[in-house]
């Protein structure tokens, strides 16, 4: 929980440990809770929620898709 943690392209996040909560929102209900390792399976249903045009807290979404993991050491 209060490890160093980075931005990084969602595409390159599978197998590292998140650094924060990724959230659907409304309700609220997190996809990602801080410590967790990062799946395929997990970025699959974030990219189904988008595409659906449901928000997101916890990525930054501009060109790519931003997640924050822990700084590898």
């Not at 590292?16 to 650094?19: L, V």
């Given at each position: 929980f209060f490890s160093e943690t980075e931005y990084i392209d969602i595409d390159s996040s599978i197998g590292?440990?998140?650094?924060d909560q990724i959230m659907i929102y409304p309700p609220g209900i997190?996809?990602?809770v801080p410590g967790e390792v990062i799946t395929q399976e997990v970025i699959n249903e974030y990219m189904k929620y988008i595409d659906f045009g449901t928000k997101v807290v916890g990525s930054i979404q501009n060109e790519t898709v931003q997640i924050k993991v822990t700084k590898e050491k």
């Open positions: 590292r440990i998140a650094g997190p996809l990602l």
